[in-house]
């Protein structure tokens, strides 16, 4: 077969993301769908058809190539694929397997994410991460998508959000099982590093190369993991300060730290003791890049009280441009936490970046403001690979539902159309125009004169 430049290996990964159980539909066999019955989600909303992105997959890995994109990061649904402990759903597989080939044939390098926030029901039953069994299971599952899908993918991401799912589910209540006990929140960290680093093992030691059409990239394994700018309430206030930096490193630096072998230290002062070591990980690099989750910053306030942990988390403030969910658009945050990333010097890829707008009114901004503060970063040596928009599609926004709207492409829920936003058509100029400049990363730099003059009719 000729090769033709469209066929090369592409140096800088123009993407948009999405999630399973966000696009699919009908995923009924995970924790998050059977917390839906209860009515956790807001208005009392069920993810349901979701997108109908499982009849749809075709027409929507069309739109995400018809913008230039040359890559799409998605998530293999653990709960379709092995259903009850230790059965394998073939047909599940084959359509993971079409989604690859779609990709591939589209010219989309596959990112594949093994677990986003939800767990087959029996994972959940049986203590979920917080089980001391959750590594051996994860890794039985990672160890049979390597075997069915693997040779054609080089981009694994283990774990999505490792902090975020651990908040979330153990400490923060917004996700299934929705409890606050600290010490499930440690062990669920214990066991999530434990199933990355086996993950990350099996996957090189099963595919020393991919056999996809891009073969020339290296088989690479990471996590992506949510960042976010914390910053004191009151800047005055030295124990505002205080507690922003514990947050700051518990929340972004735990992780980072822990897949480059520089110490574990998952705990959080009067909060959650220190998880135990996973000697695996110990004093090794356990990730090929890192995967950056982006959007926002956060401002820390001490609240003393007579229970519970004396501290406020909060987002915008009145008179500040946020998104549809309340968070501030502040992309300096991006440019802080990305020199930060770059201290590690691994590959970086924006795994994650996008706003809540149903309009689409802050997003084109958004997105051009973003996108430069990545072109400043590599000036300044910071090795970002790529980028991936958050979402390819409007979908469903985990407990808070369907009102937030993140999609590129706008869905409408009566009838599952999809309709290009401006930011959709805007993406599309910008990565016309960095292939006009040779396509290379090396040129991102150059970008930047043009994301300067680009309008985004704000
Ligand atoms: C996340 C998720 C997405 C969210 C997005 C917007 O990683 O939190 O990957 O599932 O939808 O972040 O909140």
Known sequence: ???????????????????????????????????????????????????????????????????????????????????????????????????????????????????????????????????????????????????????????WCTINEPMVVTVGSYLGKFMPPAVCEPEKARLACYHLLKSHVLAYDLIHRELPKSQSRWSEIPVQVGIAHNVIDFVPDRSWSLIERWLAEQIHQFYNMSWLDAVTGRGQRFSFPLLMAQAPVVAEAQGRVTADYLGINYYTRARVRFTPTLSGLPVDIGFGREGEQVSDVGWPVYPQGFQKLLSIAGKYQLPIYITENGIADHDDDLRPAYLRDHLREIVVARQSGVDVRGYYHWSLLDNFEWVKGFEPRFGLFKVDYTNFERTATRSARLYQEIIAQHRALGGLAQNLGDLEGFLEGLSTGA
């Open 1 to 155: 077969m000729m090769i033709s430049a469209k066929n090369s290996t592409p140096n800088f990964l123009w993407g948009a993301a999405t999630s399973s159980h966000q696009v699919e539909g009908y995923n009924d066999k995970n924790d998050w769908w059977a917390w839906e019955a209860l009515g956790k989600i807001e208005r009392g909303e069920r993810s349901g058809p979701a997108t109908d992105h499982w009849n749809r997959f075709r027409a929507d890995l069309k739109l995400a190539a018809d913008l230039g994109l040359n890559s799409y990061r998605f998530s293999v649904e653990w709960s379709r694929l092995e259903p009850q402990e230790g059965c394998w759903d073939a047909e599940a597989f084959d359509w993971y397997f079409e989604l690859i080939q779609e990709c591939e044939q589209l010219g989309l390098v596959p990112m594949l994410t093994l677990y986003h926030f939800t767990l087959p029901l029996w994972v959940a039953e049986q203590g979920g991460m917080s089980s001391e069994r959750f590594p051996e299971w994860f890794v039985r599952f990672t160890r049979k998508v390597v075997e069915r899908l693997g040779s054609r993918v080089s981009l």
